[in-house]
């Protein structure tokens, strides 16, 4: 049973570009949440996605950032016009029912704006 | 400001000690914690969790310390290891939704 799968590993984009975050969950598991990670700090709770639903997104910025999670294939955490503060690594995890908090998480993708 | 929150942003240990890292929390509402391990570049490895009816919690080689009336929670890890070396943050049930509210993590050394 595969765990939750993050890609790509290591991103690296240009100020001003657009990012794209795919994060498979594990099989089963219809319920999704990104994190992110500044260097040396804890993760940060960004939005969690049920299929095709947006459920909480109190924790992303309201400009630049959008999510989602089709019927079909991962969830994509969306980041337009990166700035250098994007810089981090962000963490999916998923979870099989609402509310279980122990969720399972992936290796992260670490992003670079320069 | 954040909810969660540690004392000691690292600790160095020698290995075959015991460790004790610890948490504070300031959310008293909060009835469910996690302890996570997080080894350099990958993702958080759950530990051990406690809901808040329950004072302690062990697992292997690992037990979560609950005080409520002081909102603090600790994880003692028994004759640590060298693989035991990461970062351990601390993590509470943000809400009914599933998502978490981390601490800034304590940085666990052992030294052989």
């Known amino acids: 049973n595969a765990g939750v799968m993050q890609n790509p590993r290591h991103l690296v984009r240009r100020r001003g570009q657009e990012a794209r975050l795919r994060c498979s969950p594990m099989k089963g598991h219809s319920h999704v949440y990104w994190y992110r990670q500044l260097p040396e700090e804890g993760l940060k709770f960004m939005v969690y996605l049920q299929k095709e639903n947006i459920i909480d997104e109190s924790g992303m910025p309201k400009e630049r950032f959008s999510a989602e999670f089709p019927k079909e294939g991962p969830s994509i955490l969306r980041i337009q016009q990166v700035v250098r503060g994007d810089s981090a690594a962000y963490f999916c995890?998923?979870?099989?029912?609402?509310?279980?908090?122990?969720?399972?998480f992936g290796q992260g993708t670490r992003l670079t704006v320069v | 400001g954040e909810s969660v929150g540690l004392h000691l942003p690292t600790l160095s240990v020698q290995e075959g000690d015991n460790s004790i890292i610890n948490c504070a929390y300031s959310n008293s509402a909060s009835d469910y914690f996690i302890w996570y391990k997080q080894e350099s570049g990958k993702g958080p490895q759950f530990i051990i969790d406690?809901?808040?009816?329950?004072d302690k919690r062990q697992g292997q080689r690992v037990t979560v310390l609950l005080n409520k009336t002081v909102k603090h929670l600790s994880l003692q890890i028994a004759a640590t290891q060298p693989g035991d070396s990461a970062v351990y943050f601390c993590?509470?049930?943000?809400?009914?939704?599933?998502?978490?509210?981390f601490g800034k993590g304590t940085k666990l050394s052992v030294k052989p």
């Open positions: 995890a998923s979870s099989p029912t609402p509310g279980r908090a122990e969720a399972f």
């Open positions: 406690i809901r808040s009816n329950m």
């Open positions: 993590a509470e049930n943000g809400g009914s939704q599933g998502n978490l509210i």
